[in-house]
Each structure stands twice: as structure tokens, then as C-alpha cells.
């Protein structure tokens, strides 16, 4: 056994169950954004939230560990992304990203947003024109340092 098991465990209990992300991430006491990379295999859980997530997805002792286990972050299987809704992402990386380091060093000066010290919220916005997907991703700035 190993967290991939586990990961795959929970997403098939996840859709014969009918669950929702959200009503996991309440059970947890976390948002649905880390909540659901947690139980993708991103993130690490403590005891407490392995405990509430054994009980959602009737996992074993052992599986429970291995939600604890802190992880190998980085899940997509190839270099570029395949999955459609994925790709659009990378392709905003690709075609915005140089201009968003370019204002973030504009803004902040010399250094990076962190995805450590991070957050993202994920809402349906309502338009006439066809529903928008709102994400706001926050991270903390870390000036690099001389030294």
C-alpha cells in the first residue's frame, strides 16, 4: 500500500458515496480548495483530520497514516498536461505568466509568491453570458535576501 492507494480509495469512495468537496471540507474544518488536494495527495493531515477523513471514506488504520505522511507535491503525470481543464491552466502560465512576474517584481520587488504560506478560493460566478470561474490564489510574498 501506498498514499497513491490510499489517494484512489478515497475518490472512488468519494463518487459510490456521492459526496460533495465541500461537505468533506466542513467535516475536516478546512477549506474545500485544501481539502481537496489534501485527499488528491498533496497535503499533509494530522491525526485529528485523518481520523474524520478514516470515518468519511472507511479507511484503515494504516491508510489513515499515510494521510499523514507528508507527500510528493507535484501530481500531474506528464510535463504538459493533457486533461483539457488543466492545460487551460498551464496555457495561462504560458501566455500571462512572464507579465505576471513582471508586475508581482513590479509591486513587491525581487522574490516569489509563495504556495506555502498560500491560499485559493474557487466560486461560480453567475453571468448572462455563461458562468464564469472565479479563482483567487493568495500568497505571501518572500523577498530574496542577500546574504
Known amino acids: 500500500?501506498?498514499?497513491?492507494?490510499?489517494?484512489?480509495?478515497?475518490?472512488?469512495?468519494?463518487?459510490?458515496r456521492g459526496l460533495q468537496w465541500?461537505?468533506?471540507?466542513?467535516k475536516v474544518g478546512q477549506s474545500k480548495e485544501w481539502t481537496t488536494a489534501l485527499?488528491?495527495?498533496?497535503?499533509?493531515?494530522?491525526?485529528?483530520?485523518?481520523?474524520?477523513?478514516?470515518d468519511l471514506f472507511a479507511l484503515?488504520?494504516?491508510e489513515k497514516k499515510w494521510l499523514q505522511?507528508?507527500?510528493?507535491?507535484?501530481?500531474l503525470p506528464t510535463q504538459v498536461p493533457t486533461d483539457p481543464l488543466i492545460y487551460r491552466w498551464y496555457?495561462?502560465?504560458?501566455?500571462?505568466g512572464a507579465t505576471i512576474k513582471e508586475l508581482i517584481h513590479e509591486e513587491f520587488g525581487d522574490g516569489?509568491?509563495?504556495a506555502i504560506d498560500f491560499s485559493m478560493d474557487i466560486q461560480r460566478?453567475?453571468?448572462?453570458?455563461?458562468d464564469r470561474v472565479n479563482v483567487v490564489l493568495s500568497g505571501k510574498f518572500l523577498p530574496y535576501k542577500t546574504y
Open 69 to 75: 505522511v507528508v507527500p510528493y507535491k507535484g501530481s
Open 112 to 114: 516569489i509568491m509563495s
Open 60 to 62: 484503515t488504520a494504516d
Open 91 to 96: 496555457e495561462v502560465v504560458s501566455v500571462y
Open 39 to 54: 485527499c488528491l495527495g498533496q497535503m499533509t493531515a494530522t491525526a485529528e483530520q485523518a481520523d474524520v477523513l478514516g
Open 22 to 26: 465541500g461537505d468533506i471540507a466542513a
Open 1 to 16: 500500500m501506498n498514499r497513491n492507494d490510499v489517494t484512489e480509495k478515497i475518490i472512488s469512495t468519494k463518487v459510490s
Open 125 to 130: 460566478q453567475a453571468d448572462p453570458k455563461g
